[in-house]
């Protein structure tokens, strides 16, 4: 079921500043702000590397699972927009990088 | 200090939750999206439009320690990134530390420079670095046009200094560009000069501010020219820049890309050189004076405690405006524009696309208001542009005889 037991991250590149409407999500290497309009998708993008995967990270932050499809859109435009990436794609990179 | 002390005092209301982010944005932020920090009036040109007045360095000018605490501060707010410019800010002698120190500190900077320090050297400098965007500023396709505005040379310099960048590497420059009657003309030429040099056009409105209110009525597009800009806009999309300064042209149909609303002490708002925070760029003026951020709070209670910024953040009278059916495109247009044009803030904007402010720019007894302050070298220089040139002898006249007619033919202020 994809990014559902996929461990993710917030992009090393980006940071998220939570505002009252949710969040912007900066990317300084593509200088590309997103803005996350919900404060529960902020718990939920923020919490990602805290989580197993994103189903942990859903129910650790009480998103009901009739919510998770239209969560699991969001995170899936957040990815394409590189404003979180997969977690084993950086580990997978940093040991690249050191061998 | 209040902005309009006639608009009706608002209690404040529990923020309103989900609604458009334009909304939301209306209501301000924790801090800003990106803020415009004028580093030093100092400037080498006298441009007739300048937004600031700049000229002569300021002597409060903020030192480089004050400097570095305002990144330090920004780095804490988490404003992501500046827009640097002045006066020409390269000129201070810190400008390169500064930049660095910026970079440093997660603050990415987008800087505004007439060109007149990027050597070949600073270009390979700025190629090397991360996080920095340059924006050249020029005002017409050709020196004869911009020239006439931003002074001898000025393109010369402008075209150098692009040349060093994309000759060290340097990718996507911006050129920056304020469209006037005189200029509107060459977009596409602009467009041609940009895509030559690797570097993406950016445009923006002439606004009525500095010593832009002494051209404006001279220099600001007519309205066929408005309605062609809009349509060379939407046809350009994302591909060229506009720093969402046209949302006044939303009137014409479709908005344009990015925010259509006057972002005024909500997503963005000005520091100048000696830490005065303003509430836009295009509002240098003691009615838009938000507060100091030398004083105890610094910029961050400026930003978010400041009186101005609250009544900016306040539910808006928009008098007429409202029962316009282009009312939710253009929300009433620039708010420094209607200032510097002696017009009410909530009516219309000068340039309003449906002609709603016509009648106010004839009325008699229009009043523009004083400027309240102004950095303009006091001697002009033959550098200057002047707007005027009328019976100007040619340099290349013939040389002066014993009985020229003129009692001052061959006297050259300048070599004296």
């Known amino acids: 079921m994809g990014m559902l037991e996929e461990p993710w991250q917030l992009s090393s590149d980006v940071a998220l500043r939570t505002e009252p409407f949710g969040a912007l999500a900066y990317n300084f290497a593509t200088r590309r702000l997103t803005f996350l309009k919900r404060p529960d998708l902020v718990t939920v993008v923020g919490g990602l590397a805290a989580g197993a995967n994103v189903r942990e990270v859903l129910v650790a932050a009480s998103i009901p699972t009739s919510q998770w499809p239209a969560y699991l859109t969001a995170l899936e435009s957040l990815a394409v927009a590189g404003t979180i990436q997969p977690r084993n794609q950086t580990e997978l990179q940093k040991e690249g990088a050191n061998s | 200090m209040t902005l309009v002390d006639e608009r009706p005092t608002v209690a404040?209301?529990?923020?309103?939750?989900?609604g458009s982010l334009l909304d939301q944005f209306e209501l301000g932020l924790n801090?800003?999206?990106?803020?415009?920090?004028?580093?030093?009036?100092?400037?080498?040109?006298?441009?007739?439009?300048?937004?600031?007045?700049?000229?002569?360095?300021?002597?409060?000018?903020?030192?480089?320690?004050?400097?570095?605490?305002?990144?330090?501060e920004l780095q804490r707010m988490q404003?992501?990134?500046?827009?640097?410019?002045?006066?020409?800010?390269?000129i201070r002698p810190d400008f390169w530390h500064l930049l660095e120190y910026a970079v440093a500190h997660q603050v990415g900077v987008k800087f505004s420079t007439n060109g007149v320090r990027i050597?070949?050297?600073?270009?390979?400098?700025?190629?090397?670095?991360?996080?920095?965007?340059?924006?050249?500023?020029?005002?017409?396709?050709?020196?004869?046009?911009?020239?006439?505005?931003?002074?001898?040379g000025s393109y010369d310099m402008a075209i150098r200094a692009l040349e060093n960048l994309s000759g060290a590497g340097f990718k996507d420059a911006k050129i920056s560009v304020v469209v006037t009657r005189k200029n509107v003309e060459q977009l596409d030429d602009f467009k041609a000069l940009a895509d030559h040099h690797g570097a993406t056009l950016r445009l923006t409105r002439l606004r009525p501010s500095g010593r832009g209110a002494d051209v404006w009525d001279e220099l600001h597009p007519t309205s066929a020219q408005q309605r062609d800009l809009y349509n060379?806009?939407?046809?350009?999309?994302?591909?060229?820049?506009?720093?969402?300064?046209?949302?006044?042209?939303?009137?014409?149909?479709?908005?344009?890309?990015?925010?259509n609303l006057c972002g005024a002490g909500r997503v963005v708002c000005l520091i100048d050189p000696i830490g005065d925070v303003y509430a836009c760029p295009f509002a240098i003026h003691d009615n838009f004076l938000a507060g100091n951020l030398l004083h105890p709070g610094g910029f961050k209670e400026v930003w978010q405690n400041s009186e101005l910024f609250a009544e900016l953040r306040s539910p808006q009278t928009s008098g007429a405006c409202t029962k316009c059916q282009h009312f939710d495109s253009c929300r009433g247009g620039c708010m420094a524009a209607k200032f510097f044009t002696g017009l009410p803030l909530d009516g219309p904007d000068p340039e309003c696309v449906q002609g709603y402010s016509e009648g106010a720019l004839k009325q008699v007894g229009r009043s523009i208001p004083a400027?309240?302050?102004?950095?303009?070298?006091?001697s002009k220089s033959k550098q200057e542009p002047v707007l005027l040139q009328l019976g100007m002898l040619s340099p290349k006249a013939p040389p002066v005889h014993g009985c020229a007619e003129s009692p001052l033919a061959g006297f050259n202020p300048a070599a004296i």
């Open chain 2, 31 to 72: 801090a800003p999206i990106c803020l415009t920090w004028e580093l030093t009036y100092a400037c080498n040109l006298a441009c007739v439009h300048c937004l600031s007045s700049s000229g002569k360095r300021d002597p409060r000018e903020l030192t480089t320690k004050q400097a570095e605490a305002v990144i330090d």
């Open chain 2, 371 to 378: 400027a309240s302050q102004d950095h303009s070298k006091p």
């Open chain 2, 119 to 152: 050597t070949p050297e600073r270009a390979a400098f700025l190629a090397a670095t991360e996080y920095i965007d340059v924006q050249i500023s020029l005002d017409g396709a050709t020196a004869e046009v911009n020239d006439r505005v931003r002074g001898a």
């Open chain 2, 232 to 259: 060379w806009l939407m046809k350009a999309g994302e591909n060229v820049l506009t720093g969402d300064s046209f949302f006044h042209l939303a009137g014409f149909g479709e908005p344009l890309p990015g925010l």
């Open chain 2, 79 to 90: 404003v992501f990134y500046v827009n640097i410019g002045g006066g020409e800010p390269t």
């Open chain 2, 12 to 18: 404040p209301v529990a923020r309103p939750t989900g």
